[in-house]
């Protein structure tokens, strides 16, 4: 089993920063990729970006140039480094890993609210 635990959310003006963080705890010796999505109130869960364990890294056209996601692997941690946010950034950011074979593994989410 793997345990992934979001945090950094919040509450944040329109044009402000947050950075979020996922750490990964129990079987992540064979964790591949790694991604952020978010939820917005009344919508469908979205993908915003994704890293391998190589490190390429893969973004939605809404999030492109605004959003940087990283690993440590020392560190067994992801982040999502979230800049120029707007009022559609808003909703709950999961990370989820993928493990080959063994299937896909969620957070429990953190909020992010940016304030227009």
């Known amino acids: 089993q793997v345990q992934l635990v979001e945090s950094g959310g919040g509450l944040v003006q329109a044009g402000g920063s947050l950075r979020l963080s996922c750490a990964a705890s129990g079987s992540i010796f064979s964790i591949s990729t790694m991604g952020w999505y978010r939820q917005a109130p009344g919508k469908q869960r979205e993908w915003v970006a994704t890293?391998?364990?190589?490190?390429?890294?893969g973004y939605a056209n809404s999030v492109k140039g605004r959003f940087t996601i990283s690993r440590d692997n020392t560190k067994n941690t992801m982040y999502l480094q979230m800049n120029s946010l707007k009022p559609e950034d808003t909703g709950v950011y999961y990370c989820r890993a993928n493990r080959p074979t063994y299937g896909e593994y969620w957070g429990q989410g953190t909020q992010v609210t940016v304030s227009s």
């Open positions: 890293i391998t364990t190589g490190g390429s890294t």
